[in-house]
């Protein structure tokens, strides 16, 4: 139900913008959140937003991600910035409340010179 886009491949230093597409039925309520996952390790949380706006970011990317959302396009986006090498991971999208948890499919990002 959730559709992420928006990775590819990037230089070191670079920016990307992922988006995810939620129905509005969920988006609405939900706190709507990114993951990551590299090759051999844990799934991560990178950024989370509530439902008013309220944010929470990892202290990897602070400072050059920023997550937002729009409630007209029942939208989330991270924005990343400043791109480095550990970055690279795919990158879920998550809706949770306190009665589900909904994940995309996953979208991967690349930074490499």
């Known amino acids: 139900q959730l559709q992420a886009s928006g990775g590819g491949l990037v230089q070191p230093g670079g920016s990307l913008r992922l988006s995810c597409a939620a129905p509005?039925?969920?988006?609405?309520?939900?706190?709507m959140g990114w993951y990551r996952q590299a090759p051999g390790k844990q799934r991560d949380l990178v950024a989370s937003?509530?439902?008013?706006?309220?944010?929470n970011l990892a202290d990897s990317v602070k400072g050059r991600f920023t997550i937002s959302r729009d409630n007209t396009k029942n939208t989330v986006y991270l924005q990343m910035n400043s791109l480095k090498p550990e970055d690279t991971a795919v990158y879920y999208c998550n809706a949770r409340s306190a009665m589900y948890v909904f994940w995309g499919q996953g979208t991967l990002v690349t930074v490499s010179s």
């Open positions: 509005g039925s969920i988006f609405s309520i939900s706190v």
């Open positions: 937003i509530t439902s008013g706006g309220s944010t």
